[in-house]
């Protein structure tokens, strides 16, 4: 099989630099991002990995929408690893302090913004595989289950804002806003995250999924495909 090309958003940070070390031990070409291209320190650390030679990097800023399209030219899948999340306001002024005014503009905006930008922009370019790095913070529904499905067990963003965790919220508001923006552009979703700690964070940063295939209904794949489906887009290409 044709190894294919991976577009990685936000290629040098702990999640994305592990993503890009294994996809190209797997033989994979890859665009990487970086806010600032300029840190030669990073990019001349990315390239000195086995088979660097097959990764070349962009800069690109998921609230500058103009910076995102040359990265995904020709790109067969999309890796979103920028979205980290946000603890501070504007001002510094942390998170919790805010009203929800400010917590909704300064901290969960710019994530479900960027966000858009990104799959935007692979609508654009015809870029249909998208898989977008997120955390467990949208999988508490309130009350609590004994037995939770990532899929079907949604955290309730209102209710976060109302705790003040606008840093949870965010992810929530921008999971319910990616499926929406797929479901309705014919995008087919991954969304994962890790639940475990592990000095490697690329071994087990998806163990669990939420799924959206051919944007017609919301499954989740056997559990034996979950790692497989990190760098080996057999599945994906399926569509």
Same mark, same amino acid.
């Given at each position: 099989? =044709?190894?294919?090309?991976?577009? !990685?958003?936000?290629?040098?940070?702990?999640?994305?630099?592990? @993503? $890009? &070390?294994? %996809?190209?031990?797997?033989?994979?070409?890859?665009?990487?991002?970086?806010?600032?291209?300029?840190?030669?320190?990073?990019?001349?650390?990315?390239?000195?990995?086995?088979?660097?030679?097959?990764?070349?990097?962009?800069?690109?800023?998921?609230?500058?929408?103009?910076?995102?399209?040359?990265?995904?030219?020709?790109?067969?899948?999309?890796?979103?690893?920028?979205?980290?999340?946000?603890?501070?306001?504007?001002?510094?002024?942390?998170?919790?302090?805010?009203?929800? =005014?400010?917590?909704?503009?300064? !901290?969960?905006?710019?994530?479900?913004?960027?966000?858009?930008? @990104? $799959? &935007?922009? %692979?609508?654009?370019?015809?870029?249909?595989?998208?898989?977008?790095?997120?955390?467990?913070?949208?999988?508490?529904?309130?009350?609590?289950?004994?037995?939770?499905?990532?899929?079907?067990?949604?955290?309730?963003?209102?209710?976060?804002?109302?705790?003040?965790?606008?840093?949870?919220?965010?992810?929530?508001?921008?999971?319910?806003?990616?499926?929406?923006?797929?479901?309705?552009?014919?995008?087919?979703?991954?969304?994962?995250?890790?639940?475990?700690?592990?000095?490697?964070?690329?071994?087990?940063?998806?163990?669990?999924?939420?799924?959206?295939?051919?944007?017609?209904? $919301?499954?989740?794949?056997?559990?034996?495909?979950?790692?497989?489906?990190?760098?080996?887009?057999?599945?994906?290409?399926?569509?």
């Amino acid at each position: 099989m =044709e190894k294919k090309l991976l577009t !990685i958003f936000g290629a040098s940070g702990l999640v994305g630099s592990s @993503i $890009l &070390r294994e %996809a190209l031990d797997k033989g994979y070409h890859v665009n990487g991002t970086l806010r600032d291209i300029e840190k030669q320190d990073r990019i001349t650390r990315l390239k000195s990995l086995p088979s660097g030679n097959n990764a070349d990097f962009f800069s690109a800023d998921m609230a500058e929408i103009s910076s995102l399209d040359n990265p995904l030219i020709n790109s067969d899948a999309a890796i979103i690893c920028c979205l980290i999340p946000t603890y501070k306001g504007f001002d510094g002024t942390p998170a919790k302090e805010l009203d929800d =005014e400010r917590g909704y503009n300064e !901290i969960i905006k710019p994530t479900v913004d960027g966000c858009l930008n @990104i $799959l &935007r922009a %692979a609508k654009r370019n015809n870029v249909k595989n998208i898989l977008i790095c997120s955390s467990t913070s949208s999988t508490n529904p309130v009350p609590p289950v004994s037995i939770k499905n990532e899929l079907d067990h949604w955290s309730d963003e209102k209710e976060q804002c109302n705790s003040k965790k606008y840093t949870s919220a965010a992810k929530t508001y921008m999971e319910k806003a990616a499926f929406k923006f797929c479901n309705e552009n014919n995008l087919w979703l991954f969304i994962g995250g890790s639940i475990s700690k592990t000095s490697n964070p690329a071994a087990k940063i998806f163990l669990f999924f939420k799924a959206s295939y051919n944007a017609s209904s $919301l499954t989740i794949p056997p559990r034996a495909e979950l790692i497989r489906i990190k760098f080996d887009l057999q599945m994906l290409n399926e569509s």
